[in-house]
C-alpha cells in the first residue's frame, strides 16, 4: 500500500514539472531562498548628516566709546511704611504720588480697644496717687508721734512701707499709662519725613498685621539713577569723576551724577551687578521712574560685537560655541561680556577675530559635536 503512495506522488511531482506556468515560480522561490541567505547581518547602518547651525565670523576689536547704559530714577531713600500694631483701617488719607510732610497722618486703625486701655490706664493711676498720698499723710503723723513715745518703732516701719508701696505703685500707673497712650497713637500712621508716597498697599475695611508693609514712602528731594552692569569693573566704586546722565525721552535734558554705590554680590536671577548713582539736582523731567541713560567714560577695553542669540552657558559664567573649522567640531568656550542689548553681546576676552561663532541652536548642541556649516562669511 506504501509503495502504490509513493508511486502516485512521484507521477503528480513530475506532472506538475512539465507545467510550463509552474516552473517559473519554483526558479523564482529558489532565488530568493539564496539572496536571503547571502545578506550581510553586520552591514554598517548609513551615515547620519551632520548637523548644520548658522554661523559668524568673528569681527575685530573695537573701541566703544559711546558705551552707555539704561536704568530708572528712583529715590535717594526709600522708606517701608508700616503699623507698629494688628488691627482694621477705617480711613486712608492719601493716594498715590501725594507729597506728604514729616508727622502728617497717612492712614488710621479702629482704635476702640486702644481707647479703653488709656481710660483704665488713667484710673489707674488717680486710685494709684490717691493712695500714695494717703500713705504719706500716715508716715507723715507716724513721724510727728514717734518722738513722744505715742507708737512703736514697728508702727512707723511699717508707715514707710506703706509708703514706698504706694509710691512704687503710682510709677508704675504712670508707665502703663504712657504705654496706653503711645499704643493709641499708634493706631495712626504718620510720614516719618518728607517726601512721596510711590506705593500704597491698603484699602480702608482691610485688616493688616503689625510690620506689614502698606505704603512706601520716597524720602526727600534727593534722586538715584539706578543701572544693572554686566560686569562690575567697567565703573569703580572709588570713581570720583562726574558721569553724564541724560534723559531718554529727551537726550538734550542732562545732568551730572556721582557714583554712590555698586552691589558687592551679583543678583541671582539676572547676574548683573546694581549701580546707583546720585544726581545732582536733577530737573523736574526727571521724576521717580524716569528711564535715563548713563554714558560711561572713554577707556573702556575693546569688544567684540556678536549676535545675542549666540550667548549660553558654561556652569555659571557666560559662553560661547565656537567651530574649529578643520575639523568641524564644536567648542564651548567661557568668554568675559562687558555688557548687553537685546540684540548685541559685546565681549571683552575668550574669542579672537576671525574665529567661528554658532549664533542659533545653542541650547541643544553638545561639546565635541560635528557640525555642518550653513552660513559662513567668506
Do not use: Y
Amino acid at each position: 500500500m506504501t509503495d502504490l503512495i509513493q508511486d502516485a506522488a512521484r507521477q503528480v511531482w513530475r506532472h506538475l514539472l512539465s507545467v510550463h506556468l509552474f516552473a517559473p515560480i519554483v526558479f523564482l522561490l529558489l532565488g530568493i531562498f539564496i539572496m536571503t541567505g547571502c545578506r550581510d547581518d553586520h552591514a554598517e547602518p548609513p551615515v547620519a548628516p551632520l548637523r548644520p547651525v548658522k554661523t559668524v565670523i568673528a569681527p575685530a576689536f573695537s573701541h566703544d566709546a559711546s558705551l552707555s547704559l539704561t536704568g530708572e530714577v528712583h529715590a535717594h531713600q526709600e522708606v517701608a511704611l508700616a503699623f507698629r500694631l494688628d488691627g482694621r483701617v477705617i480711613r486712608r488719607t492719601v493716594e498715590l504720588g501725594d507729597s506728604v510732610t514729616a508727622g502728617q497722618p497717612l492712614a488710621t486703625l479702629e482704635d476702640n480697644s486702644a481707647r479703653n486701655q488709656l481710660s483704665s490706664a488713667r484710673a489707674d493711676l488717680e486710685s494709684a496717687r490717691a493712695a500714695e498720698r494717703v500713705a504719706a499723710l500716715n508716715l507723715h503723723r507716724m513721724r510727728l508721734l514717734m518722738p513722744g513715745g505715742a507708737i512703736a518703732r514697728s508702727q512707723l516701719d511699717s508707715a514707710q512701707a506703706d509708703f514706698q508701696s504706694a509710691q512704687s505703685r503710682r510709677l508704675s500707673s504712670e508707665a502703663a499709662l504712657k504705654n496706653a497712650q503711645d499704643t493709641l497713637s499708634w493706631t495712626q500712621l504718620r510720614a516719618p519725613s518728607s517726601g512721596r508716597i510711590t506705593a500704597v498697599n491698603l484699602q480702608p475695611g482691610q485688616v493688616v498685621s503689625a510690620g506689614q508693609s502698606v505704603m512706601t514712602l520716597a524720602a526727600g528731594d534727593t534722586r538715584d539713577a539706578v543701572f544693572d552692569l554686566a560686569e562690575p569693573s567697567l565703573i569703580r566704586p572709588d570713581n570720583r569723576m562726574p558721569l553724564n546722565i541724560a534723559l531718554l525721552s529727551d537726550p538734550g535734558v542732562q545732568v551730572s551724577g556721582s557714583v554712590r554705590d555698586i552691589s558687592p554680590q551679583a543678583d541671582p536671577q539676572t547676574r548683573t551687578w546694581r549701580l546707583r548713582v546720585t544726581l545732582n539736582n536733577p530737573p523736574a523731567t526727571m521724576a521717580l521712574g524716569a528711564t535715563v541713560m548713563l554714558s560711561l567714560p572713554d577707556g573702556q577695553p575693546p569688544v567684540i560685537a556678536l549676535p545675542a542669540s549666540a550667548l549660553t552657558r558654561a556652569g555659571e559664567k557666560p559662553a560661547l560655541w565656537v567651530v574649529d573649522r578643520a575639523t568641524r567640531r564644536l567648542q564651548l568656550r567661557p568668554v568675559v561680556m562687558t555688557r548687553f542689548t537685546a540684540e548685541q553681546i559685546f565681549i571683552s576676552t575668550g574669542i579672537q577675530p576671525g574665529e567661528t561663532v554658532v549664533t542659533a541652536g545653542v541650547s541643544t548642541l553638545q561639546p565635541g559635536e560635528q557640525v555642518a556649516l550653513s552660513q559662513e562669511a567668506p
